[in-house]
Each structure stands twice: as C-alpha cells, then as structure tokens.
C-alpha cells in the first residue's frame, strides 16, 4: 500500500474569498484529505505584510475558518490551524533567513513587485520577505505537495531551493515539496480584465465574486462580465481569454467539461450562454452560503484550538531537529 503524503496549504485571511479561491485551491483540498495527510493553515502573519484593521484580522480568521468547512474540509481528517499559535513557524523563518536564503531570491518574487508597485523602499520589510515565512509554514511539516493557485507557484519553488540549501549546509532535515495545480482552473481571471487574476483585494468589486455576495449581485457581475470580440462559443485562452475564463468558471462550479460545454453552446450567443452561466454560479452559491451559516464562531474556534494542539506536535518535533542541526541545541 502506497504511503500516504503529507499536504500542506493555507489562505491568508485578508478580504472575502472568492470563487477563484474555491476553483483553483479549496475544492481540490476537500478531494485531497481522502487520500493524504493534509495540514490547512489560517495564515494570519502573512495577513500583516500590509495595513489592516486588528478587530477585521480576528473576524476573517474565523470567517477563513468557516468557509474551510463550508468547503468539505473535515477537521477529523484534515488539521486545521491558526498560524500565529504556532511559534515555530516565525521561528524557522528567522533560521532560513540567516543560512539558506538570498536577498536575489526575494527580489525575484513577482507578487512582491505587484503588490508594492512603484513604492517599493516604502513598504513593509514583512511584505519582502514573507516568502521565507510560507517556506517555514510548507516545511515545518515535511510538506511533499502543496496545492497552490497559479500565482503561487514562484513561492513553492523558492521553498524548494530553501530546503535544498539548508540541507546542503546541515544534512537531510527538510523534504523537498512540490507544488501541485489543477490542470484547469489553477488560475482564475477577472470579470472586467482577463489579463489580471481575480483578488479578493481588486478595488473594482465588479471584478470578481466572493463567495459570501448576495445572489442576485453575484448574477449582475456575471451578465456585466467582459467578453472578447466575434460571436461563437469557443476556447481560444490566448485570443480569447475573457470567454475563456467564463468556460472555466462555468465548467468546474457547474461540474461541466469545457468540450461539452462548447458543444451545447454551438450556434448560440453570448447572451444565454452568459445568463446560463449566472443561474449556474447563483446554484453554487446558495448551496455553499447554506453550509456556511451554520456554522458558528465558536465551532470555528474549537476545530482551530484541535488544530493547534495536532500541528504543534509536528512542528516542535522538526523545530528540534533543526535547532541540533544548526548548533543551538
């Protein structure tokens, strides 16, 4: 019998998720916990990077929390924890950034570019550096696959040179991990530019759908979406890459294939495919928002407070390997 992997991801509680969130990351989690040992993080010390308001940050961690379960993810399965309860993660994270990372590694990060813009010497250290804190989170856990959305994928990689490095310098402690895709819907587009990645910090709230909007909003943002020229149903993610994210949304929330969907749209125009495609969303929707309302804080707060207990058994184990390696213990 094949042994079983160790997963490991989390989500950042900043801003509601959205349905890109769900395709490309926590419908693959839920699948995934049947077939692996799978750890899910609430990662709230990435949530600090930027400014934010504290009583927010408490709400979202337990929203994220929810919205965990909402997606399938059983706590008897599955850890769930809070990031900031584990102090072994900013521990690590100060170990790699002294022997295994590069200040050129860092400036490399595409997601540091995007989300400082032009006022780079102005932002937060944290902001920089936070990718050596994900690799403390993925490694601490002897992490072999990482389920990620495309734009993570970068982060992933640098994890992995980490390791090596470390290894290299200390002998074999950390697994190397792999980042792990769906082979559609890793990447989520926006509604109104399909050239940028639906976020759940966009200023512009048409451009994507979160999943707590209300249903009717979420169908409104649907029949405004932008689409590519010409007329015909069909995927073209190069030429036409408005119509193509469509298909995608609409063939992983309405369990679709994309061949299929082209096929039944044959002949037809954008109005009713994309009046389709919202009844489709808004089914989605009230199926999930159902699950999460009942669902309370105090539920959310128990599956944390287990988590915790489980990951801190893990990460002080390796925590204690580490600290031999490099001489401190």
Same mark, same amino acid.
């Not at 934010?52 to 769930?80: F, H, M, V, W």
């Not at 159902?290 to 407070?305: G, T």
């Given at each position: 019998?094949?042994?079983?992997?160790?997963?490991?991801?989390?989500?950042?509680?900043?801003?509601?998720?959205?349905?890109g969130?769900?395709?490309?990351?926590?419908?693959?989690?839920?699948?995934?916990?049947?077939?692996?040992?799978?750890?899910?993080?609430?990662?709230?010390?990435?949530a600090i990077?930027?400014? !934010?308001?504290?009583?927010?940050?408490?709400?979202?961690?337990?929203?994220?929390?929810?919205?965990?379960? #909402? /997606?399938?993810?059983?706590?008897?399965? /599955?850890?769930?924890?809070?990031? /900031? #309860?584990i102090?072994?993660?900013?521990?690590? =994270?100060?170990?790699?950034?002294?022997?295994?990372?590069?200040?050129?590694?860092?400036?490399?990060?595409?997601?540091?570019?995007?989300? *400082?813009?032009?006022?780079?010497?102005?932002?937060?250290?944290?902001?920089?550096?936070?990718?050596?804190?994900?690799? =403390?989170?993925?490694?601490?856990?002897?992490?072999?696959?990482?389920?990620?959305?495309?734009?993570?994928?970068?982060?992933?990689?640098l994890?992995?040179?980490i390791?090596?490095?470390?290894?290299?310098?200390?002998?074999?402690i950390?697994?190397?991990?792999?980042?792990?895709?769906?082979?559609?819907? *890793?990447?989520?587009?926006?509604?109104?530019?399909?050239?940028?990645?639906?976020?759940?910090? #966009?200023?512009?709230?048409?451009?994507?759908?979160?999943?707590?909007?209300?249903?009717?909003?979420?169908k409104?943002?649907?029949?405004?979406?932008?689409?590519?020229?010409?007329?015909d149903?069909? !995927?073209?993610?190069?030429?036409?890459? #408005?119509?193509?994210?469509?298909?995608?949304? !609409? *063939?992983?929330?309405?369990?679709?294939?994309?061949?299929?969907?082209?096929?039944?749209?044959?002949?037809?125009?954008?109005?009713?495919?994309?009046?389709?495609?919202?009844?489709?969303?808004?089914?989605?929707?009230?199926?999930?928002?159902?699950?999460?309302?009942?669902? /309370?804080?105090?539920?959310?707060?128990?599956?944390?407070?287990?988590?915790?207990?489980?990951?801190?058994?893990?990460?002080?184990?390796?925590?204690?390997?580490?600290?031999k390696?490099?001489?401190?213990?």
């Open positions: 019998m094949d042994k079983l992997r160790n997963i490991f991801s989390g989500v950042q509680p900043s801003g509601s998720l959205t349905i969130n769900y395709i490309g990351a926590l419908s693959q989690w839920s699948e995934m916990q049947e077939k692996n040992n799978c750890i899910f993080c609430v990662v709230d010390y990435h990077t930027v400014d !934010y308001d504290p009583e927010l940050l408490r709400q979202r961690i337990l929203e994220i929390t929810k919205i965990y379960l #909402a /997606s399938g993810i059983d706590p008897k399965k /599955s850890i769930i924890f809070q990031q /900031s #309860a102090p072994e993660h900013t521990e690590l =994270a100060w170990i790699l950034s002294c022997g295994a990372s590069h200040i050129t590694d860092l400036k490399k990060m595409t997601q540091f570019k995007d989300k *400082a813009g032009e006022s780079q010497d102005a932002v937060s250290v944290g902001l920089f550096t936070y990718p050596i804190l994900m690799a =403390a989170d993925i490694l601490l856990y002897d992490t072999q696959a990482v389920p990620v959305g495309d734009d993570q994928k970068q982060h992933v990689e994890a992995r040179d390791a090596k490095r470390f290894n290299n310098l200390y002998g074999p950390f697994t190397i991990p792999q980042a792990e895709l769906r082979r559609e819907g *890793a990447r989520i587009m926006s509604l109104t530019d399909p050239n940028k990645k639906m976020s759940k910090s #966009a200023a512009n709230l048409s451009s994507y759908i979160s999943l707590t909007d209300d249903i009717q909003l979420a409104k943002k649907i029949m405004k979406a932008v689409t590519d020229s010409g007329t149903i069909d !995927y073209d993610p190069i030429d036409r890459p #408005a119509l193509a994210n469509l298909l995608t949304i !609409y *063939a992983q929330l309405g369990n679709r294939q994309i061949k299929r969907l082209l096929k039944d749209y044959q002949g037809k125009g954008y109005g009713e495919f994309k009046s389709d495609l919202a009844e489709v969303v808004a089914k989605f929707l009230n199926e999930f928002q159902n699950k999460l309302k009942v669902i /309370s804080d105090s539920e959310a707060r128990v599956v944390l407070e287990d988590g915790c207990l489980r990951a801190e058994l893990l990460a002080k184990k390796k925590m204690a390997m580490v600290k390696a490099i001489g401190v213990k």
